[in-house]
């Protein structure tokens, strides 16, 4: 069987469009149509019920389907055995990450990378909700916290730490808080993973810990969308550092409560399994190893500047008193 017509099979079964799936392999609708029905001589059984207004898979159809991906998987794991054992950083990387992290800062790493190794290409899913990994067909995520899967490789990138921010012009019309429990007369912006709204903070200083539960008019289940809301002077965030860097940076966010501090979140790249581990893969580890820390060393200096110069000027405002 031509694997190509496989691929098409595939493709086609995912958007229940020959057209979609003609244009995503580059070809005609009418050439992709042929292929399908070559296919279907070759197996002489019929895939797809057709209509004027629908595309659905046979019952042997679906049964074909689970073969079929297998097959092309199998594919593409041993095309990516030969480029490992030659130590090319080449093919296909299907890589999920987090929303605002990946548009953020991960984007322009990743055209970095790709100009690099001109013979590696790129599948992107850009989301806050946990990528299935084969039902996706991910090969490897980016993801915060803890593995609940023992199974999967898991390679640590960087301990991140969760900041309160808002927007300076949020501040300067509703007041900075200076505690804790100040946070209950703001609205808060929330972030909803799934069926859970994170809306009880957890903060600490030298002395004690904080368990902040806070009220707000919007709850949004992607963490960009939180972001934009504070740049927007709509209230006040609580995520990652990393996450912020570039808005932190240029002030158009800043720090609330810099004196108290969250629990650390370590940030990993994880895979499945062993085989998915290939070289493009280690690359990418390596990379966002360097460009996080380096990230991160940039926001703490910024922030030691920042407080340096505030000491200065307290400095020379008592001296002039």
């Known amino acids: 069987m031509n ?36 296919l279907e001589k070759q197996l002489e059984t019929t895939l797809f019920v057709r209509s004027t207004r629908q595309l659905r898979l046979t019952a042997e159809g679906e049964r074909f389907l689970v073969y079929c991906r297998q097959a092309l998987d199998n594919l593409e794991a041993g095309k990516a055995s030969l480029t490992e054992m030659r130590g090319e950083i080449a093919g296909e990387l299907r890589l999920s990450v987090p929303s605002d992290l990946g548009r953020n800062l991960i984007l322009p790493w ?17 989301g806050d909700n946990l990528s299935d990994f084969y039902l996706d067909r991910i090969d490897v995520a980016l993801r915060y916290g803890e593995l609940e899967d023992s199974s999967a490789i898991a390679f640590p990138i960087i301990e991140v730490e969760r900041i309160l921010f808002a927007s300076p012009e949020y501040l300067t019309q509703h007041g900075t808080p200076q505690t804790p429990e100040d946070l209950k007369a703001h609205n808060c912006l ?20 904080y368990r902040v539960q806070v009220q707000s008019n ?37 720090q609330v409560l ?25 690359m990418l580890r390596d ?13 703490k200096k910024e922030v030691c500047s920042e407080v340096t110069a505030r000491m200065l000027r307290d400095y020379d405002g008592r001296n002039r008193n």
């Open 190 to 209: 929330l972030y909803r993973l799934g069926n859970r709204v994170f809306d009880l903070w957890q903060l600490a200083d030298e002395n004690s810990q």
């Open 3 to 38: 694997t190509q017509d496989l691929l098409l099979f595939a493709r086609t079964a995912d958007t229940l469009s020959i057209t979609a799936s003609a244009n995503q392999l580059e070809m005609t609708p009418a050439a992709a149509s042929a292929a399908l029905k070559r």
């Open 218 to 254: 919007r709850v949004s289940n992607d963490a960009e969308v939180v972001r934009r809301w504070a740049l927007n002077g709509k209230g006040i965030g609580f995520k990652s550092n990393l996450d912020l860097q570039p808005d932190l940076l240029a002030g158009r966010l800043v």
């Open 287 to 299: 990379l966002l190893r360097e460009k996080c820390q380096q990230a991160l060393q940039q926001l």
């Open 110 to 126: 990743l055209d970095e990378a790709m100009e690099h190794y001109p013979n590696l290409s790129l599948q992107l899913n850009i």
């Open 258 to 282: 810099p004196g108290y501090r969250s629990e650390s979140v370590p940030l990993c790249l994880v895979c499945p399994s062993r085989k998915q581990v290939t070289p493009a893969v280690l």
